[in-house]
Structure formats: structure tokens, C-alpha cells
């Protein structure tokens, strides 16, 4: 059964960090590219950060692109945001998202981040 349960949410200052981490399990996690999105109230789901299957490149989008930084481990089946600088506008509920090209998807349930 694949699970993506994502963790490290929670309330920050602004100015604070926080590390946000998705433990995989259930599919050969090294075969999937793996993104983070987020979506605040009243907003679309947006894509925040992505990496690729063994970690060589990454992309961010330009609101968070020098202040948060996205890897993983395959060795331990988990993806990581950290995320530094944080802002109000960071607020929102973060989700796990891995992805094998154009035959499977698998979601999170999310985890709230609270900046204020």
C-alpha cells in the first residue's frame, strides 16, 4: 500500500525555519521524482519544489528559491523541505507528491505550516 506521510509542520515566527520531512513507503521510491506543493486558504494548489530521482537537480519556485531547499535521501525513502526565512505568506498546508513519469501519482495527506 503506498503511503507518503508528511511531518515537521507546525507554528513559526516569521524570520523562523522549519524542516519538513515525507516518509515513502509502498513503491520503489528511488524511481520517483518527488515534489513538494503547498496550498493556502482561498488559493490553488501550487508547486513549490521539485527534485529529481536520485537527487541531481532540483527546481523552486522564485518565492521560495532562496530560502528553502528540497532533498532527499533513498536510503531512507524520504523527501525534505527546509525551509528558512519564513514568511506569512508561507502559510499553508504542504503536501508530498511522488511522480513516475505519466503512470503514477501518489499524494500526502499535508502538513500545516503556520507563519505569524
Known amino acids: 500500500q503506498v503511503q507518503l506521510v508528511e511531518s515537521g509542520g507546525g507554528l513559526v515566527q516569521p524570520g523562523g525555519s522549519l524542516r519538513l520531512s515525507c516518509a515513502a513507503s509502498?513503491?520503489?521510491?528511488?524511481?520517483?521524482?518527488m515534489s513538494w506543493y503547498r496550498q493556502a486558504p482561498g488559493k490553488e494548489r501550487e508547486l513549490v519544489a521539485t527534485i529529481t530521482t536520485a537527487g541531481r537537480n532540483t527546481t523552486y519556485i522564485d518565492s521560495v528559491k532562496d530560502r528553502c531547499t528540497i532533498d532527499r535521501d533513498n536510503s531512507k525513502n524520504t523527501v525534505y523541505l527546509q525551509m528558512n526565512s519564513l514568511k506569512p505568506e508561507d502559510t499553508a498546508v504542504y503536501y508530498c507528491?511522488?511522480?513516475?513519469?505519466?503512470?503514477?501519482?501518489?499524494w500526502g495527506q499535508g502538513t500545516q505550516v503556520t507563519v505569524q
Open positions: 509502498g513503491f520503489t521510491f528511488s524511481r520517483y521524482a
Open positions: 507528491n511522488a511522480r513516475w513519469g505519466t503512470w503514477h501519482d501518489y
